[in-house]
T-cell receptor, first 115, second 111 residues
Framework: KQEVTQIPAALSVPEGENLVLNCSFT??????LQWFRQDPGKGLTSLLL?????REQTSGRLNASLDKSSGRSTLYIAASQPGDSATYLC??????????????FGKGTLLTVNP | SQTIHQWPATLVQPVGSPLSLECTVE??????LYWYRQAAGRGLQLLFY??????ISSEVPQNLSASRPQDRQFILSSKKLLLSDSGFYLC??????????FGPGTRLTVL
């Protein structure tokens, strides 16, 4: 059974700091890994998706890396801003087709960026 | 562009009452549809998914059921709510492939 762990559970940083969020998964046989953002009381917004054959993806100030063999991914946020404050969720997908559509989520990292 | 709607946004129901949450997707056809629950202190848990009309797969045995009466409509139901059904319910869709797109969610409180 796939398990996804995110460390730390909460993180508070001053504005402008670069930071790294960590995600680990127990079964390295994944199809892809996705990072989401969730604002309080809201749905999830997809940030980055990394296919199993890729090493990293970048979008603006965000960079996500994937080391499939070691079961790890990191989300790097450069020059953090108060608007980045949210819960960041990591999710892995087992495969393509059928029940492999299922995403297994971590519990998330609550990020607070202080002005 | 595609949009996903959920209603109601919030709901307070007594134990033992029925439940019906609705999710609709616009701007796409034959999407895969998903119901997730997010309970306090727990990660997102997939409850049901559907790859087509009338095709429902259940991930977790529970007090809930799902139906897909139309291509872009997904309904989550219960005949009798339990306290443990409280949580944040999220509907999502995907074009059969990679990224899942989530709706705004329904906050359910069972008293």
């Amino acid at each position: 059974k796939q398990e996804v762990t995110q460390i730390p559970a909460a993180l508070s940083v001053p504005e402008g700091e670069n930071l790294v969020l960590n995600c680990s998964f127990t079964d390295s046989a994944i199809y892809n890994l996705q990072w989401f953002r969730q604002d309080p009381g809201k749905g999830l917004t997809s940030l980055l998706l990394i296919q199993s054959s890729q090493r990293e993806q970048t979008s603006g100030r965000l960079n996500a890396s994937l080391d499939k063999s070691s079961g790890r991914s990191t989300l790097y946020i450069a020059a953090s801003q108060p608007g980045d404050s949210a819960t960041y969720l990591c999710a892995v997908r087992k495969g393509s087709g059928g029940s492999n559509y299922k995403l297994t989520f971590g519990k998330g990292t609550l990020l607070t960026v202080n002005p | 562009s595609q949009t996903i709607h959920q209603w109601p946004a919030t709901l307070v129901q007594p134990v033992g009452s029925p439940l019906s949450l609705e999710c609709t997707v616009e701007g796409t056809s034959n999407p895969n549809l998903y119901w997730y629950r997010q309970a306090a202190g727990r990660g997102l848990q997939l409850l049901f998914y559907s790859v087509g009309i009338g095709q429902i797969s259940s991930e977790v045995p529970q007090n809930l059921s799902a139906s897909r009466p139309q291509d872009r409509q997904f309904i989550l139901s219960s005949k009798k709510l339990l306290l443990s059904d409280s949580g944040f319910y999220l509907c999502a869709w995907s074009p059969g492939g990679d990224t899942q797109y989530f709706g705004p969610g329904t906050r359910l409180t069972v008293l």
